[in-house]
């Protein structure tokens, strides 16, 4: 028995060592082991992510009134559309008249303000037609109070001292109630839930509300029996390393957010974005997709509007979103401008007209989906500075090798500068990205920058 207990260990140790020593396997293996231990789906490596707020994208609110705008949205080449929660919303302690989408009522049906489910499923067909993914917001932590399941299974909800339910520890979240994951039939159903949807409508995957809210192993079945029925993009609202190896393609880049947004406050220059990718360069692994964002349904609602809060740092964040690493995300409206913060609570439709930043986007998504050392995770290139005269302010690096590579300067700063370069990692021809001017760099090469001022070139 000792012995069968042996050979069992040494199988579970069967992805970090190629062998246990005295049991035939040959030796403890040094070589490198993948900390992500799943494939990503082959369409999410050049992937941009749009967030759709159906209640606000259109007059209707509906999936029928999107679907016709899924059209104009492939053609801006963006990939994934990402959905916020599409369920029936709960009654009690509703905030505002129409409630919050993250207050679940039933996790198996669709939001009649939104449609039935025969157009939701239309939805998903046509978006499939024409190349894109669909993913649903999904809320695994808590459930709006008039949930049928605090009824049906009252166990499977947290409790206070008094025994009464409760929204979830420390948050305002007074529309819901938390679950408790301890027991294993609200895992089975939850689970199962999140393979109806992929199975019956063929959706594409997941956004995690508060992901790191919820037991990690409770991720990790879930994304395999997801994998089970078709290849998934999953994406956490957390910032974990833990959850990229069995269960999450991509995490929030919430320090890259902070980093941007501090640089543009106080003036600062280069050094805090500097320092949130060479902490993702040295302890994050490689085949980690970071979603990297300038606007999203938080950050509008509660925060302020994108470009208010960037100033005239606005463009080069939403650049550099998508020419450093990172999986790049686009908020809806952004396109457009959007120069309020919608209501969350209530009907707030966006104001769509043809926006300044419109063909920013298009010409970035382009740029990243031609420009394979662009690509997420570990399909793209890593990050490489290039050192130059003015480090406090001006951030300067490639991406890729020779012929593949990028070469982007970016003045983070409110000052003026005419940069020079070290080394020789950026050194040959290349094709201004923005204006398909023609540039050489050598030794003693210089670029003029106006403040928050950035440039783009790709090798030629």
Same mark, same amino acid.
Request: proline share 5%.
């Given at each position: 028995?000792?012995?069968?207990?042996?050979?069992a260990?040494?199988?579970?140790?069967?992805?970090a060592?190629? #062998?246990?020593?005295?049991?035939?396997g040959?030796?403890?293996?040094?070589?490198?082991?993948?900390?992500?231990q799943f494939?990503?789906?082959?369409?999410?490596? !050049?992937?941009?992510?749009?967030q759709?707020?159906?209640?606000?994208f259109?007059?209707a609110g509906?999936?029928a009134?999107?679907?016709?705008?899924l059209?104009?949205?492939?053609?801006?080449? %963006?990939?994934?559309? *990402?959905?916020?929660?599409?369920?029936?919303? #709960?009654?009690?302690?509703?905030?505002?008249?129409? +409630?919050?989408? $993250?207050?679940?009522? !039933?996790?198996r049906?669709?939001?009649?303000d939104?449609?039935?489910?025969?157009?939701f499923?239309a939805? %998903?067909?046509?978006?499939?037609?024409?190349?894109?993914?669909?993913?649903?917001?999904?809320?695994?932590n808590?459930?709006?109070?008039?949930?049928?399941l605090t009824?049906? =299974?009252?166990? *499977?909800?947290?409790?206070?001292?008094?025994?009464?339910l409760?929204?979830?520890?420390?948050?305002?979240w007074?529309?819901?109630?938390?679950?408790d994951?301890?027991?294993?039939?609200l895992?089975?159903?939850?689970?199962?839930?999140?393979?109806?949807?992929?199975?019956?409508?063929?959706?594409d995957?997941?956004?995690?509300?508060v992901?790191?809210?919820? &037991?990690?192993?409770? *991720?990790?079945?879930?994304?395999?029996?997801?994998?089970?029925?078709?290849?998934?993009?999953?994406?956490?609202?957390?910032?974990?390393?833990?959850?990229?190896?069995?269960s999450?393609?991509?995490?929030?880049?919430?320090? *890259?957010?902070?980093?941007?947004?501090?640089?543009?406050s106080? +003036?600062? #220059?280069?050094?805090?974005?500097?320092? $949130?990718?060479?902490?993702?360069?040295?302890?994050? &692994? =490689?085949a980690?997709y970071?979603?990297?964002?300038?606007?999203?349904h !938080?950050?509008?609602?509660?925060?302020?509007?994108?470009?208010?809060i960037?100033?005239?740092? $606005?463009e080069?964040?939403?650049?550099?979103?998508?020419v450093?690493?990172?999986?790049?995300?686009?908020?809806?409206?952004?396109?457009?401008?959007?120069?309020r913060?919608?209501?969350?609570?209530?009907?707030?439709?966006?104001?769509?007209?043809?926006?300044?930043y419109?063909?920013?986007?298009?010409?970035?998504?382009?740029?990243?989906?031609?420009e394979?050392?662009?690509?997420?995770?570990?399909?793209?290139a890593?990050?490489?500075?290039?050192?130059?005269?003015?480090?406090d302010?001006?951030l300067s690096?490639?991406?890729?090798?020779?012929?593949?590579?990028?070469?982007?300067?970016?003045?983070?700063s &409110?000052?003026?500068?005419?940069?020079t370069?070290?080394?020789?990692?950026?050194?040959?021809?290349?094709t201004?990205?923005?204006?398909?001017?023609?540039?050489?760099f050598?030794?003693?090469?210089?670029?003029?920058?106006?403040?928050?001022?950035y440039?783009?070139?790709?090798?030629?």
């Open positions: 028995m000792m012995r069968r207990f042996g050979i260990a040494c199988a579970s140790l069967a992805l060592l190629s #062998g246990c020593d005295g049991l035939g040959g030796g403890t293996s040094y070589e490198p082991q993948p900390y992500v494939e990503n789906a082959e369409w999410t490596r !050049d992937a941009v992510i749009y759709l707020n159906t209640r606000q259109t007059e509906t999936f009134a999107a679907q016709e705008q059209p104009r949205l492939a053609e801006m080449g %963006v990939d994934i559309v *990402w959905l916020m929660p599409i369920h029936p919303i #709960g009654e009690v302690n509703r905030k505002g008249s129409m +409630g919050s989408p $993250y207050a679940v009522k !039933d996790y049906a669709v939001n009649p939104l449609g039935t489910e025969e157009e499923r939805f %998903v067909d046509t978006a499939h037609e024409l190349g894109l993914k669909v993913i649903l917001d999904w809320v695994a808590h459930s709006a109070w008039d949930n049928p009824v049906e =299974h009252p166990d *499977w909800y947290s409790r206070t001292p008094e025994g009464e409760t929204p979830p520890e420390g948050t305002d007074v529309d819901t109630v938390d679950f994951y301890s027991n294993p039939e895992r089975e159903y939850m689970t199962g839930s999140l393979t109806y949807w992929v199975r019956e409508f063929g959706i995957g997941y956004r995690a509300d992901a790191g809210y919820v &037991p990690l192993d409770f *991720w990790e079945t879930a994304r395999a029996e997801l994998e089970a029925i078709k290849p998934v993009f999953m994406l956490a609202e957390w910032q974990t390393r833990d959850l990229h190896a069995r999450f393609d991509a995490t929030y880049a919430w320090g *890259w957010k902070e980093a941007m947004q501090e640089l543009v106080n +003036g600062g #220059g280069a050094g805090a974005v500097r320092g $949130y990718y060479l902490a993702q360069k040295t302890t994050w &692994p =490689h980690a970071r979603m990297t964002y300038t606007d999203n !938080d950050q509008n609602s509660w925060d302020g509007v994108a470009s208010e960037y100033g005239p740092a $606005y080069a964040a939403i650049a550099l979103s998508f450093g690493p990172g999986m790049p995300l686009i908020y809806n409206g952004q396109e457009a401008d959007l120069d913060q919608l209501a969350f609570f209530e009907k707030d439709q966006i104001d769509w007209k043809e926006g300044q419109d063909a920013l986007f298009r010409q970035l998504i382009a740029l990243k989906t031609k394979k050392a662009l690509w997420n995770g570990s399909h793209g890593p990050m490489t500075e290039v050192p130059n005269s003015a480090r302010d001006v690096f490639v991406r890729g090798e020779g012929a593949d590579r990028v070469f982007a300067i970016f003045n983070l &409110p000052r003026e500068h005419s940069v370069f070290n080394l020789a990692r950026h050194h040959g021809a290349f201004d990205a923005q204006s398909g001017d023609q540039a050489q050598a030794d003693g090469s210089s670029v003029d920058l106006a403040a928050w001022n440039r783009i070139f790709t090798a030629d």
